[in-house]
Nanobody, 122 residues
């Protein structure tokens, strides 16, 4: 699976962004999809994930109620809608895919996109 994330940019605190991640290659619908983020000097952090059917979602406590993950299997795309953004959300955001259940450890994810930078100014 090849993943291409986009949609990053600069936004003021309280604003919104939507990050799409387009998938290609092997059967995309078989994969759990997720979003992680990373800042310099820190480990990659789990943000959100969605099951292959879209029926199950899971969020980090830090984004719960503000971010929404969704997927459109007809378009082979997963989205991360980010609302009420805070300066601490500033990071490079990565989409990822794996076979199997949703897990939060980045090492358990098999495929990664190239990352897109989100900057939230105060």
């Amino acid at each position: 699976v090849q993943l291409q994330a986009s949609g990053g940019g600069m936004v003021q605190a309280g604003g919104s962004l939507r990050l799409p991640c387009a998938a290609s290659g092997r059967t995309y619908t078989n994969y759990v999809m997720g979003w992680f983020r990373q800042t310099p000097g820190k480990e990659r952090e789990f943000v959100a994930a969605i099951s292959w059917s879209g029926g199950s979602t899971y969020y980090a406590d830090s984004v719960k109620g503000r971010f929404t993950i969704s997927r459109d299997n007809a378009k082979n795309t997963v989205y991360l809608q980010m609302n009420s953004l805070k300066p601490e959300d500033t990071a490079v955001y990565y989409c990822a895919a794996r076979l199997g259940p949703i897990v939060v450890h980045s090492t358990a994810w098999n495929y990664w996109g190239q990352g897109t930078l989100v900057t939230v100014s105060s």
